[in-house]
């Protein structure tokens, strides 16, 4: 109930007019066939990003649930780690963001 009430008046606060309002909710209550799935691709450095996390868990299942510092020697974990802080601060930098009260 909480998770419907936030939704819609995070509908209501986005919006630029009622009339847009009226036309989202109906478009959520009646139209599921006219919805668009408009998703953005994952940048390069989510993709980059997915074998690095991916490695690191299997070194853990694999080693019995231990650190990586304590599987890997020192220039290997702190590589990989400076690859996930870079890949991540990339991340950043790529994607494209707006304010979220640009609409005010």
């Given at each position: 109930m909480f998770f419907i009430?936030?939704?819609?008046?995070?509908?209501?606060?986005?919006?630029h007019s009622m009339a847009q309002?009226?036309?989202?909710?109906?478009?959520l209550i009646?139209?599921?066939?006219?919805?668009q799935f408009n998703a953005v691709l994952p940048t390069y450095a989510a993709i980059l990003g997915l074998p690095i996390w991916i490695v690191i868990?299997?070194?853990g299942n694999k080693s019995r649930g231990k650190r990586i510092d304590e599987v890997l020697p020192l220039p290997a974990w702190t590589a990989v780690y400076?690859?996930?802080?870079?890949?991540?601060?990339?991340?950043?930098?790529?994607?494209?963001?707006?304010?979220?009260?640009?609409?005010?």
């Amino acid at each position: 109930m909480f998770f419907i009430l936030t939704s819609a008046g995070w509908v209501i606060f986005r919006s630029h007019s009622m009339a847009q309002v009226k036309n989202i909710f109906e478009v959520l209550i009646f139209g599921f066939k006219e919805l668009q799935f408009n998703a953005v691709l994952p940048t390069y450095a989510a993709i980059l990003g997915l074998p690095i996390w991916i490695v690191i868990e299997w070194l853990g299942n694999k080693s019995r649930g231990k650190r990586i510092d304590e599987v890997l020697p020192l220039p290997a974990w702190t590589a990989v780690y400076a690859a996930m802080i870079f890949l991540f601060v990339m991340s950043l930098v790529a994607a494209p963001s707006e304010f979220i009260y640009f609409v005010f």
